[in-house]
């Protein structure tokens, strides 16, 4: 190895430990290493790391949030080892061949919140312990943070509810805990969730999704969809966008702003983030418009949003509190929905 790619190295494993700069040694580290790879000349090791002057931007405040490396996480904290674990590899744990239990449909938790939920705009963890409990419009009930994990259990992976009171949900609460623990009550780190993209002026359109679809994504989650499981079985190397064994009609992601958010900033998978989208914003809604038109698992969503006037504008299912059908609330155009609720709330 020469010594500009053993730099390369040792600068791409420091970036990624401590990327956050968790004490005031490792940013100063940081820095040092940053410093001696800009004199060798060479670009950093891994994306966002590439010249002192760059790297400065990493740290400042409207930078988005990262989450700690998992490596960071004590040895004898094991709940919370244990609840990353979970994240990442839960079809191993909870999916069809589980070795707890068989509650769920083979997808990993990491499938939609990306490297345990840590990357920005890759539908990351940061806000939930600092915003639950919170009342929620869906449920139109308050709800903790083991309510909003079943939800995703029942719906994300067409599953069933964990006990609350097992081992796997204290896990998973505790890796919640260990990564948002430090974020200020009440806050939501930029970055957190999903990215919001402008309305397009038309509907979404599921033709031209297809086409996509088929340059962009069908070469790891199938021309069929259906994702291809690893080796062993026992979870998706690239995980099912529809179909029996994908997310159900009752999932965030069922929805397209939230659909063509995600993939905006996330896929194709490895090649995009969101310093570096692979897909116009078009093709993010008209691949979101042609997978959610595939059949998928239904659930049974009439004790959702009790109060209809609070259902999102892209809520696919009626009835409304407005005039404009379900295909629109489905497909878009959204411009027109959002300013009629904007002049029923100014009434
Ligand atoms: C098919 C994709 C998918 C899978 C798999 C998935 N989720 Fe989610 N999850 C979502 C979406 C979409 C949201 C809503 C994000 C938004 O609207 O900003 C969400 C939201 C959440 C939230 C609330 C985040 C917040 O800031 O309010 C938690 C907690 C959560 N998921 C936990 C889990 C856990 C635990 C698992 C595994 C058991 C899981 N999710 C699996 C898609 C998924
Ligand atoms: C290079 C392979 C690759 C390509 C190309 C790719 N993806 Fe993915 N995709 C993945 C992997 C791998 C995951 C799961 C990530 C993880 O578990 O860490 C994923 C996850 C997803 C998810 C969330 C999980 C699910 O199954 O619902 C969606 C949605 C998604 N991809 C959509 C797309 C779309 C749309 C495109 C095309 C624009 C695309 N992907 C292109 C590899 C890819």
Redesign the pocket.
Known sequence: MTTLAFMKNSLGFLHRVFRQGRSQWSLALVGFVLAAASCGGGEGGDGGAKTAAVSDSIYVEESPWRGWNKYQIKLEDTLARYGRELI?HTSRYLGPKGTVAAISNG??C???H??GGTIPWGNNYSAVVSTYPKFRDRSGSVETIPKRVNDCFER?LNGKALDTASREMKAILAYMHWLGDDIPKGKKPKGSGIMELPFMDRAADPAAGKA??M???????GPDGQ?QKSADGYE??????WGEH??NSGAG?FRITR?AG??KA???????DHKNP??SDA??WD??AF?NSQPRPKKDLSGDWPDISKKPLDHPFGPYADGFTENQHKYGPFGPIEKARKEKSRK
């Open positions: 990442e997808m990993n990491q499938n939609c990306l490297d994300s996509v679809y340059a962009k994504c069908q070469v790891c989650h994702g998706y190397t690239y995980p099912p966008l994908s997310y992601l659909f995600y993939v996330s896929m194709p998978f490895g090649l995009a692979q897909l093709e993010a691949v979101a997978v």
